[in-house]
Nanobody, 115 residues
């Protein structure tokens, strides 16, 4: 299993970013995918999750209405569209999938929201 995130960067408050996570090594469409984030000194938190078929999504209350998770099963890629970004969204964003009891993680991509 390999997960590779991209799309992070520096953005001003109120701006937007789109993160991508390219997956390989497993049957992508059969598994839910998640985005987590971890800020310095804070615990890792679940941001959003999407079912294998893409019809079911869940969001942390802190991002609901601002972030959208989606997936393209033909491209084995999951996305996180982030709008109306706030300084408190600054974190390393990580892609995740779970097979049986094993969690797989990407290397993460840094998102910094600052003026």
């Amino acid at each position: 299993v390999q997960l590779v995130e991209s799309g992070g960067g520096l953005v001003q408050p109120g701006g937007s970013l789109r993160l991508s996570c390219a997956a390989s090594g497993f049957t992508f469409s059969s598994y839910a995918m998640s985005w987590y984030r971890q800020a310095p000194g804070k615990e890792r938190e679940l941001v959003a999750r999407i079912s294998g078929g893409g019809s079911i999504t869940n969001y942390a209350s802190s991002v609901k209405g601002r972030f959208t998770i989606s997936r393209d099963n033909a491209r084995n890629t999951v996305y996180l569209q982030m709008n109306s970004l706030k300084p408190e969204d600054t974190a390393v964003y990580l892609c995740n999938t779970r097979r049986a009891t094993i969690d797989y993680w990407g290397q993460g991509t840094q998102v910094t929201v600052s003026s």
